[in-house]
């Protein structure tokens, strides 16, 4: 069935679905999946764009996990809660996307440690590169938000803007197939003893950990040295860093 995970009404037709199988199979799983890519500066973004994010990205799993539990209750089910590398690393432009990711996070770690006593499983899946249409959608959305920037915000920002779309499209070209990393995903929901966190490809297991060892100034200029070659030439140059 479709389901729009920001609208009542299909998650209420989800569990009247479930409800009503004649065959009465338990429900064994939960994939909250649904998420949309949302890049621009912080000042530049409007707030309505931020919820519209935060809806889909966090309070849309939220929703359907609290929908979906009695169920999972029933069968010591699982939950499986799709990240990504950006709930991990805040990369510029980020910051509504990767805030969204930073909670899921947080929620599915408070998850899990709510629902052990119950037999209930909350595994976290960190994908990184990922060949899929979500870079082209986040790059159309990227481009149509700069767009309407302020001409103050596109002579701060333009630049970082375009940079940030050819990193975010060269980044999803070397990055796994769907198949490969959904192979990973339904590890994640059948495997008898799962991790708490598995990641998919080899970028997001680097930066993972990158994350948790390194100074954030390192990490600033490292992200910073990542995003250089994609500048673009025209205009004026982009500082990327907090020093000249």
Known sequence: MI?????????????????????????RALVNNAGISVNAPAEALPLDEWRRLFD?????????????????????????NISSVGGKVALPTYGAYAGA???????????????????????VVEPGAVRTEMADRGAATANDLAGRMSPEHQQRYGGLVKAIVAHSLAFTRTGLPADKA?????????????????????????????ARILPDRMLDRIVAASLRTYVPEEGAPVRLTGRP
């Open 56 to 80: 889909v990205n966090l309070f849309g799993h939220i929703a359907v996990t609290q929908a979906l539990l009695p169920f999972l209750h029933q069968s010591h089910g699982r939950i499986v």
């Open 101 to 123: 990711t930073f909670a899921l996070e947080a929620v599915s770690d408070s998850l899990r440690r709510e629902l052990a006593p119950h037999g209930v499983q909350v595994v």
């Open 3 to 27: 389901l729009d995970v920001t609208r009542p009404e299909h998650v209420r037709a989800l569990v009247e679905r479930i409800d009503s199988d004649p065959h009465r199979r338990p429900l």
């Open 182 to 210: 959904g192979a990973i995903v339904a590890e994640a929901a059948t495997a008898r003893r799962p991790r708490t966190r598995y990641t998919i490809g080899r970028d997001a297991a680097l930066l993972t950990r990158l």
